[in-house]
């Protein structure tokens, strides 16, 4: 496998979009087909051709496995999977995980760079964080094991046990001892200068909030806080709404929300999140249209109590790279279209040429100074017969205005946002967020 492509080998259970180049996760509505024994491959041949929005497959559809036919038929953003995979999926999406947490990538001259940390995971509780680099490790009792390669460092990790003690050295030459096990993802996190809010396990289960002043963010203004979102999955509606209270408790007057690699999720899970900034009403949040031009609205959740409602005088900024993608653009354009974020104060990352040649060697795909752009909508439809599951692309997407898709366009500088400056996609002193907070500083 290329050095350069993230891996989560460190995740027992699939993690969808948390990674620099994850973007499938998507939009995923649960559908059923017809409970009427057939074939796997009827079925499957039926769904795509009454439901893929890309049209059918040729006759030699069925000379190929199923487990293949997303490689070969579908786009990128639809796949198969077995009842078994598919059930992983599913409790992976509902936030619970197991191994580390961590998604990562090999950086010549630097090591092993961290581009993301799972909330209320091991290497997150181990105070790993997402921009740091790993230059060597050890197993509890074992020899140093220096990494060169993106599979050095898979091969150190993958075949360790639960439970089991390791040491990571960054090349700085702090050390994080983590273990794999199970957990509960946290999605969330809110900062003021002064304090911080995260969830992490409770006593009875499951996951509770606490306030850590260890991520107050002194550099914030005065009546600015900073609200982490990285996927519309599990807990994070709960998580979202429980942050606004305090938020609205420390009477803040402005509002920043970091969107950046948050490779998108559950429809419905963004509908209620787009509530808290629709001013209590129940007003669309989005639009899909499929291949025969039949729509279907989704409306934001209505939120009656204003304790849970970002009002309309606070001053709402969204930070975007290339890595926001679908549910997260869904969540930009409603707020944008009900006048709750102007197009100037989304802040897109503008990356360095470092990272851009690192990333995209061949020059091909590049995404910069903007939002990924996946205006579309993924469908599963199960086969009752055997539980395996297709997840097609079954629509595009429009925001509230229905006429805007920002598919394979996303939102950029063109749209008046503004550009910021990205060494690489994390660093750790999060040198981007705080040259953003430098720029608001000007405007609230």
């Known amino acids: 496998m290329n050095d350069k492509k993230i891996k989560i080998a460190v995740s027992a259970i699939i993690a969808f979009a948390i990674a620099m180049l994850s973007f499938a996760a998507g939009f995923l509505t649960e559908r059923c087909s017809s409970s009427r024994a057939v074939s ?64 990562y990538a090999f ?48 091969k150190f990790v993958s075949p360790i046990g ?36 995260t969830f992490g396990d409770s006593a009875d289960g499951g996951l509770a909030l606490y306030e850590q002043t260890s991520l107050r963010m002194s550099y914030l203004p005065e009546g600015c806080a900073y609200l982490r979102l990285d996927q519309f999955f599990g807990t994070a509606v709960n998580e979202f709404y429980s942050l606004v209270e305090k938020f609205n408790a420390a009477e803040c007057t402005s509002l920043i929300l970091d969107l950046r690699s948050n490779g998108g999720g559950y429809v419905d899970v963004m509908q209620d999140i787009a509530g808290a900034f629709a001013d209590g ?13 039949r729509e279907d609205k989704f409306y934001c959740k209505k ?24 549910a997260s653009e869904a969540l930009i354009g409603a707020m944008v279209c009900y006048g709750a974020l102007d197009y100037k104060n989304i802040f897109v990352s503008q990356y360095s040429d470092a990272y851009i040649n690192w990333l995209y060697p061949d020059g091909k795909g590049v ?34 205005d229905k006429t805007t898709c920002i598919h394979d366009v996303g939102v950029t500088v063109g749209d008046g946002c503004t550009p910021l400056p990205a060494e690489w996609e994390w660093t750790k002193d999060d040198a981007e967020l705080k040259t953003a907070v430098e720029i608001i500083k000007d405007r609230i």
């Open 40 to 103: 796997s491959y009827e079925w499957a041949l039926k769904t795509i051709k009454d439901n893929y929005y890309f049209g059918e497959p040729d006759a030699s559809f069925t000379d190929t496995a199923l487990g293949a036919i997303s490689d070969k038929y579908l786009d990128p953003y639809s796949e198969y999977y077995t009842k078994e995979e598919y059930e992983q999926v599913i409790k992976s999406n509902q936030g619970s995980k197991s191994g580390v947490g961590i998604s």
């Open 107 to 154: 950086v010549e001259g630097r090591g092993i760079f961290i581009g993301s940390v799972v909330g209320n995971s091991p290497a997150y509780s181990a105070g790993l964080r997402a921009g740091e680099y790993i230059t060597r490790g050890s197993v509890e009792g074992g020899s140093e094991v220096v990494f060169d390669s993106s599979d050095s460092f898979s």
């Open 281 to 293: 009403k129940s007003m669309l949040a989005m639009l899909s249209r499929d291949k025969k031009g």
């Open 162 to 197: 639960d439970g089991v003690k390791v040491k990571l050295v960054s090349e700085d030459g702090n050390s994080f001892t983590v273990a794999k096990s199970e957990y509960t993802a946290c999605y969330t996190s809110l900062s003021t200068a002064t304090t911080g809010w």
């Open 367 to 400: 995404k910069n100074a903007r939002s990924y752009g996946k205006g579309i909508m993924q469908s599963s439809f199960t086969n009752f017969s055997t539980g395996e599951v297709l997840k097609l692309t079954t629509a595009k997407i429009f925001w509230p």
């Open 303 to 326: 939120i009656s109590d204003p304790a849970q409602r970002i009002d309309k005088s606070v001053n709402v900024f969204v930070l975007a790279n290339a890595g926001t993608a679908s």
